[in-house]
């Protein structure tokens, strides 16, 4: 113990060092008195009103008590206990919906709430929702049932070892054998190995199966069977069926997803979803009729309008943390004596995290809108009205691939953003950054899509060559064969601000990106549009660049609108319109090469955009706590003890280290299998020499 | 059992389906039969020669053997055993060298090839060299043999919870107390709680302390102690120590990072290094000799050209990976009954993987020509020569930014160039990527480094508008006066393939840049340049831009120059040489606005350098796989089920995955806690209710 003359030794020193130190938390509440507009206004208007964000509230309460709602050693779980915890909590929640303690819409937003993906994820995604769609009254009346009080649990197998984008290619048969009237699944090579489904690993009891259909030898491609893989009494595997767990990936860890292999498994007739496509018992093969491509097409189409809503969102989570640590972080004090600066005073670090906060807020109203189309698209298919299925294919297609792509990018430029402490798992942006980056992947490949998107504006093209008029989104392609040598009007750099002004200049760009496109696979296919053969996939990279510049072009134009139309106060709306601005300015300056071919933006046009990024991060400086306030996240939803709302993050840091599985015991776990025979004085030479 | 009849049935499915079949063993033959070159000699040049090569290939099957070599458990531990399983590696080499069955260079070309870091990092990478650099005869003396032994096992203690860039504002206090001749550590607060330092948790029995010195009140600054913190008997920390693992991270977690917090805890005046500074038994206060500051400095500086050449191999990794998987994976076939296409045949494909396989080489070369720097310093400075400090430190700076950047962004480009798999741990790129990134942070965070680059060059241009020469790297910022309007003289597109016409835009850029910068904090500062403060602080987008440009500058002369010495036959340098092309131009492509800003290249002149870069792609597209043969990894060494030199890449992942740790029982370790009571219909309904 240190005498009453050495701490007051210490004391003297302590007191000379702790003169220039400022407490993270007189930070926080310093940066929200800055901001001119009521952060609360703005999530509310965000989440859908001030009830949607109380019963938040009363929800996370709940979630705290209950034994699987707890967040504060997630960090810490190894791969299987994520699995079975994970799965416990999506149990507890479908408890208290069967239970009716909780609406299925409540559940919905408890599982948000939670966000502990796990293995029944693909039986609420896409089990249920495939029969619903494709089976029949018949076999949804025998099915839903059973998995709605999970009886059965069910995923979706498509993807193989050796293919995923391609369905066409999947290798996976269903032989039908009129004899016994089964279909019999099978596996012909190791590559037909099905790979991936979520929660095909070690949960499932049923599976959908996508396998090419085979009757006389005769391949009727891809159909989807209800097939039963695991007994319902022992839950192991059934004859004829391998299947296991894929192993631990990047991120979304509590998630099994799984192989399965087919070794003439047999499946009875009716196991097939046979509302559109039937087999007879004879083996007389029945195609659908044709507007159930377009059906099937508008699930996928939906999925995308999800995805594209999340994409804001989880950009948000880390642009929360990432801004909030930052307002509170200080690093390097000008002269001895001086306070150190705040981190998000130095231009790199407000130029890096604001227009991330301005694109989540883009993507955020990109999605409701996305979703808006959606809805109004279902009303008129319901009438069998399906006009809107392309001009929400081109916007989807290329809008998922910039959304996940700014979202994931966004994520890891937050979390490098943090500095040390954003490599910490307790940061909660590693795990987020993990278990978000795989959109760039799943539900069509970003780059697929951006080609899908490509394809639709050439054929826009040639139509408008031929002089008649686009609609939808890619109108301008008509309009810009006048525009095609416009150019900015930019004088001074406040012009920039304008939006009509960014518009155009984006508009300038895509009509530019896409005419040549379109002349460069003309020329190429010697006047013919080919799109697909090595015309088409030598020209790729431009055809992804085609389809993101439309997309830049259309959020930019949906933010604009949806902040005029935001149910705000004036003092939020002037700032969520300088957000506008500054996504824009943003949007130009990281594809700025492209302007300047164009011919559209002048050498010193450009340098006026740089100077005017620069005047909107320094007038949004003291709004950037506000502004991620105003995504309205609880502090249980981010889980992150750099993103703490009150801004205590050290004490954070340090009291949930405590809980590291490796400080269990003082000594820590390799003291006695590994370090004692090297470091006891007592036992070293003699147990050294022995290894 | 299906009757041979379903067999047969069957089979005629599996025949119409494989008629497209490829295996991935044959595409791998087929490419390597493609090339141009001789990969074995690029691998030799690169790796120091074929003796290298056979040794390593001598050791990776001597590690096979060992029972702490394997790696095909690796992505399955959890992270309490990779923590103890990284420790009993590294003893077990250490073991290897003391008994002499391995020679210290050995030891550590092992330790490269397990690749497996642990507790013991910090004790060979800072506490040895440390004592070595700072330590007085008698302390290296006294602390070395130990050491080096493993009687002691240390970590370096710098950072703290807030502090970790500016070293000057760390909290944690050494006071001397002359009348027990010690000095007294103590915390002074939450922030200066020791974080970070590796191996420091659970590992280290002993610390290299930078703390805060105070003698009568009065601060000296940060020095450097030698202290103990655990028991060696017992391994429990000492009084007035807690310590503490930090927790999970992002990547790197066999390493136990830690926490400490001092409470008066007292040790001896000789526990100071004094080599330089001293103080004397009565509390008198003895500064180092000015050229002492220098001497630390260029530790740092031996600590970037290594990070520099580590970047270009982790890179060449991750591509290896990515080039061999796509050469093997095919998707999408243009019309029923042909064969899908290899994915590396897709141009947007190529042009991601490409241009990273030609930076790898850029990077590896550059970082030797880093280190070749380094050891000409080092020759001078044992005669007391610091002429060539400055230029390597605004060399490696920047380029330390540069290279990390392009290495971890590469690597994750790589990753998700890899499709679904690529987010498999079994791939071996997540925790390529997430163990590597955190290079952007450490050692200089990377932003900050730019900085420092920005800060030499901005007065190299002082020198340069005085009329005075400029010497070293940023010779040009003289010439460029001159030079300023010059105009980039590619006529047609071939030209972008010469290096001076790359070089020329190059140097143009980062002289514009370079004197942009200069003129702006000139005004800013109302002539005179201030390197902090808000000026500086208010411009760092800019600074950080120039440090790039420069960067990228001199990673493309001495890249291409490094060619044209290589000892490599002529059909592998005409290969090479289209790389250097390929870097360069893909260079200018992603920082093209730079260019028309500059006026240096014009719209049409943008034009032919996508062109060219298209051209180049096709060129070496056949070249592919023996690009990344050429940089001689051994399988062991990436531990990649999609990187095998082999091709056969789905029987890896399906024998790989069936080791994962949720396949050790066929009903999942969620069967009887959470799935039976839901699932099994002989207890279901009873056990659920009792939920």
């Not at 909780?102 to 609420?124: K, Q, T, V, Y």
């Not at 809980?659 to 003699?686: M, Y």
Request: some cysteine.
């Amino acid at each position: 113990m240190a005498t009453d003359r050495v701490k007051m030794l210490v004391k003297a020193s302590s007191r000379l060092v702790l003169a220039e130190h400022v407490e993270p938390q007189d930070d926080m509440r310093a940066e929200r008195a800055r901001a001119s507009f009521a952060s609360r206004n703005v999530a509310e208007a965000l989440n859908g009103g001030k009830e949607v964000l109380e019963k938040r509230s009363r929800m996370v309460a709940q979630l705290e008590k209950l034994p699987w709602g707890q967040k504060s050693q997630r960090a810490f779980l190894s791969r299987e206990q994520e699995y079975v915890q994970a799965l416990r909590a999506a149990m507890g929640i479908w408890q208290l919906m069967q239970s009716g303690q909780l609406s299925i819409e409540d559940g919905l937003e408890m599982r948000n709430l939670l966000a502990f993906p796990g293995g029944l994820e693909l039986h609420i995604g896409m089990f249920i929702p495939t029969i619903l769609s494709q089976g029949n009254d018949e076999q949804q009346k025998h099915w839903l049932p059973l998995a709605q009080s999970l009886k059965v649990i069910g995923t979706y197998a498509q993807t193989e070892l050796g293919h995923g984008t391609f369905v066409r290619g999947l290798e996976t048969t269903a032989t039908y054998d009129a004899e016994s009237q089964q279909f019999i699944v099978h596996s012909p090579a190791l590559s037909s190995t099905k790979w991936w489904p979520g929660g095909l690993g070690k949960t499932s009891t049923h599976i959908i199966l996508m396998a090419r259909l085979f009757i006389n030898q005769k391949d009727y491609g891809l159909h989807a069977f209800v097939m039963q893989i695991r007994d319902l009494s022992t839950h192991l595997p059934l004859a004829g069926i391998t299947v296991g767990d894929i192993g631990p990936k990047f991120g979304y860890n509590g998630v099994d997803n799984g192989y399965l292999i087919f070794d003439h498994a047999p499946i009875p007739r009716n196991a097939m979803l046979m509302r559109y496509a039937k087999v007879t018992p004879e083996g007389k093969y029945v195609p659908p009729p044709p507007a159930n491509a377009k059906a099937s097409y508008a699930t996928m189409v939906y999925v995308r309008a999800t995805i594209v809503e999340d994409a804001g969102w989880y950009l948000a989570r880390a642009a929360t943390i990432a801004v909030r640590y930052n307002a509170v972080r200080r690093q390097t004090a000008a002269s001895a004596g001086d306070k150190e600066l705040q981190v998000l005073d130095y231009q790199n670090t407000s130029a890096t995290l604001l227009p991330l906060v301005a694109v989540a807020y883009a993507l955020i109203f990109m999605g409701k809108s996305a979703m808006g189309m959606y809805k109004q698209f279902e009303k008129g298919r319901d009438k069998g009205d399906f006009s809107m299925l392309p001009e929400l294919h081109v916007i989807l297609s290329g809008m998922k691939a910039v959304s996940t792509w700014t979202a994931a990018d966004g994520i890891e430029q937050c979390r490098r953003g943090c500095g040390g402490h954003g490599f910490s798992a307790l940061s909660g942006l590693p795990n987020l950054f993990a278990s978000y980056v795989q959109n760039v992947t799943w539900e069509g490949d970003n780059n697929v899509l951006c080609l899908q998107t490509a394809r639709h504006l050439l054929k826009s093209c040639e139509t408008a060559t031929a002089g008649k008029a686009v609609h939808g989104s890619a109108a301008y392609l008509t309009a810009s064969q006048q525009e095609k040598s416009g150019k900015c009007k930019v004088a001074s750099a406040m012009d920039w601000r304008v939006t009509d002004v960014l518009v155009m200049a984006l508009r300038h760009r895509a009509a530019r990106l896409a005419f040549e496109g379109h002349d460069l696979l003309h020329k190429r296919g010697k006047g013919t549009l080919h799109f697909e053969g090595p015309a088409w996939n030598g020209m790729t990279v431009h055809l992804i660049r085609m389809a993101r510049a439309h997309s830049q072009l259309v959020l930019l134009m949906t933010f604009a609108e949806a902040v005029q139309q935001a149910q705000v106060e004036p003092t939020a709306r002037k700032v969520l319109e300088q957000l506008v601005a500054l996504h824009g300015i943003t949007t130009l300056l990281t594809e700025l090469g492209d302007f300047l071919i164009d011919g559209h933006v002048t050498p010193s046009q450009a340098r006026t955009l740089q100077e005017q990024q620069h005047e909107l991060l320094v007038e949004l400086r003291p709004e950037a706590v506000a502004l991620v306030d105003g995504f309205g996240f609880e502090d249980y939803q981010l889980n992150s003890c750099l993103g703490r709302s009150d801004g205590n993050v050290y004490n954070a840091l340090l009291q949930a280290a405590k809980s590291s599985p490796l400080n269990q015991t003082e000594e820590g776990p390799a003291w006695h299998s590994v370090l004692k025979s090297w470091l006891d004085p007592a036992t070293r030479q003699e147990a050294r020499s022995k290894l």
